[in-house]
């Protein structure tokens, strides 16, 4: 998600007249685009905008910019901080860049976190990627996970009219884009904000209508979406994905812990229970689908019997991949008031412990590859070797291969190759191209 706001903000300093500087050192306008999930990501900013302020100082006329969730945590608080900041702007005001931009060139100090409606797609991202894109089609939560800054900072759903991100999808696809992540915090609750109940007394605009009305856009050979809530995801989800051959088989589903009374003091809504429903039903139709997950450890209270559940589950499960993340208590969240709150030595023994696993697990669901021919859509050069390209399979399998095929034939980026896996490790696959 903030990848996709960077992108879109650096499509606006671009259409500004703003190029890329060769190092953080030398550029005119620093804009950082921030998280606080976890205070170890919301401390990276501090110690980054030292350096930037120390640099103002001597170059009045740099301008500095925080963008992203810590600005909209901290407010005002930030340039009490760091009074050599020009521009504070919360997420919900990234589309908006330009015009903030303009407030500080007649002098001002701006701060702009107050709850914005986001403006439709005025902005065109200067994407990373030339095959792959993100497309916003839901922002902001209106879950109250106990652990979770995110609602404060990111603000009540908005859904996008389903034809507007038809619309930018069919863009995409002009401009040579093959794979397009259709994005939101809590994916499932696309729609819900927007009107609309069918004749039969059926919502409307639910993430599977969007899946279905976006699937015909020429040129674009693959649809994924991120990120799934186990509380709303549904059969009939489930079994779009299984019906529609641009969805990729490849489900991101955080399950945040094994345990059932960790979850309900988390608030998720749902049970494990629910939880392995969805993942058996989605096996059933997809058999060879990959699952990936998030979970945190360490939450206020969890004994040494919930953690072991969380392993649990993820043996059971036998997860493709999944972020792990120890407990970080965050601001305005219930669960940073509890005084049940774990020891450090916990935390860090508990992630220990869960990484190999984790690590383990991964490791025998891509030892399942070795053999297999499967369909990779190229998405570069491997920057390590330029004799490769770097793409990944249906299920988000990270493969490298040659970029020079049999018979003389070479590939680019945006090509769907077939590839035969001849290399395993746990985060990637290698293999050889065969036609
Ligand atoms: N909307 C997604 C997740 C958004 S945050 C969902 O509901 O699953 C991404 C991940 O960060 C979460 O899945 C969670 O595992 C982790 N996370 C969020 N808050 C956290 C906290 N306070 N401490 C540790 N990890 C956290
Ligand atoms: Fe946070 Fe829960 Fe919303 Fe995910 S669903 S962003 S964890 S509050």
Not at 193 to 202: F, M, N, Y
Not at 426 to 431: E, T
């Amino acid at each position: 998600m903030n990848k996709a706001d960077s992108e879109r903000m650096a499509g606006i300093l671009q259409s500004m007249g703003y190029q890329q500087a060769s190092a953080e050192l030398e550029a005119d306008l620093v804009l950082y685009n921030t998280c606080t999930i976890r205070d170890n990501a919301e401390q990276k900013v501090y110690s980054y905008l030292g350096r930037q302020a120390r640099r103002k100082r001597s170059n009045p006329h740099l301008k500095l910019v925080v963008a992203g969730c810590v600005a909209q945590q901290e407010g005002e608080a930030l340039l009490r901080r760091v009074p050599e900041l020009d521009l504070v702007m919360g997420p919900q005001h990234a589309n908006r860049l330009e015009l903030l931009l303009t407030q500080v060139d007649s002098g001002k100090q701006v701060v702009a976190t107050d709850d914005n409606k986001i403006l439709e797609d005025v902005t065109i991202p200067r994407r990373d990627s030339k095959i792959c894109a993100w497309v916003n089609v839901i922002y902001g939560c209106n879950e109250r996970c106990t652990y979770c800054v995110v609602p404060s900072v990111r603000g009540k759903e908005q859904s996008r009219q389903p034809e507007a991100i038809h619309m930018e999808m069919q863009g995409l696809a002009a401009l040579g884009f093959r794979e397009i992540t259709l994005l939101g915090q809590n994916i499932d609750a696309y729609g819900r904000d927007l009107p609309g109940i069918t004749a039969e007394g059926r919502r409307q605009n639910t993430l599977t209508d969007l899946l279905h009305h976006v699937h015909d856009v020429e040129g674009i050979e693959r649809i994924r979406f991120a990120t799934s809530h186990p509380r709303y995801f549904t059969d009939r989800l489930i079994e779009a994905c299984a019906g529609l051959p641009k969805l990729c088989e490849h489900f991101h589903i955080p399950f945040q812990s094994g345990d059932n009374n960790v979850l309900k003091a988390m608030a998720r809504g749902y049970t494990v229970e629910r939880y392995r429903r969805i993942i058996d039903r989605i096996r059933e139709l997809m058999p060879d689908a990959a699952i990936s997950s998030d979970v945190i450890v360490a939450f206020p209270g969890e004994t040494d019997d919930q953690f072991r559940q969380t392993l649990k589950l993820i043996e059971q499960v036998g997860f493709d991949q999944v972020n792990t993340a120890a407990y970080s208590p965050r601001p305005n969240t219930p669960a940073a008031t509890w005084p049940n709150q774990l020891p450090e030595a916990v935390k860090v023994e508990r992630l220990q412990e869960l990484n190999a696993l984790v690590e383990n697990t991964a490791r025998q669901r891509n030892a399942r590859y070795d053999g297999r021919v499967e369909e990779v859509l190229a998405e570069g050069i491997n920057p390590k070797d330029p004799d490769q390209l770097m793409g990944r399979t249906r299920s988000n399998r990270l493969t490298f291969f040659a970029a020079k095929g049999p018979e003389g034939c070479s590939y680019s980026p945006g090509d769907l190759v077939d590839v035969r896996i001849d290399s395993v490790r746990s985060f990637s696959l290698s293999g050889t191209p065969l036609r």
